[in-house]
């Protein structure tokens, strides 16, 4: 028996994957390594989503589409995408305003990186779904 269930592991992995990504395009962009994107909420892709999308895709392939434990994991997927669009997205952009006040008085900035664009977040959904289906094919339904 398993200390822990493969569909956990895979969609660790795409968390991990998405925020590597941050790191990579971030290091690229500003010619150095930018390792605090591995922790940082926000950015292209939305590693959240592709945590969500992986584990309702595992679950997919392991219990079927017509599993209590697949509508659960659907509506979780569901209100972390919702989350990472319009809630953090409303946080962003009161942060941004925010930062408008503060730059004029001359005080330190709060971070503007939390939200996630429509884009980053259907890549993130692309993301999960990818790694999540290329274990099923490759190894079997996690």
């Known amino acids: 028996m398993r200390a822990i269930s493969d569909t956990l592991l895979v969609a660790v992995a795409a968390q991990l994957t998405g925020q590597l990504i941050k790191v990579v395009l971030h290091s690229v962009r500003t010619r150095s390594l930018q390792w605090h994107y591995f922790v940082n909420a926000g950015g292209f892709p939305s590693a959240h989503s592709a945590f969500s999308t992986a584990l309702l895709v595992g679950i997919a392939f392991r219990s079927g589409l017509d599993s209590d434990l697949f509508a659960v994991a659907a ?9 990472a669009y319009r809630l953090r997205g409303a946080v962003q952009n009161q942060a941004k305003m925010l930062n408008k006040i503060l730059r004029e008085r001359g005080e330190p900035e ?6 996630h664009s429509l884009a980053e977040i259907i890549v993130g959904v692309i993301l999960g779904a990818t790694i999540a289906t290329a274990y099923a094919v490759t190894v079997g339904a996690p």
């Open 110 to 115: 709060v971070s503007e990186l939390s939200g």
């Open 75 to 83: 509506v979780f997927s569901a209100i972390v995408i919702y989350d």
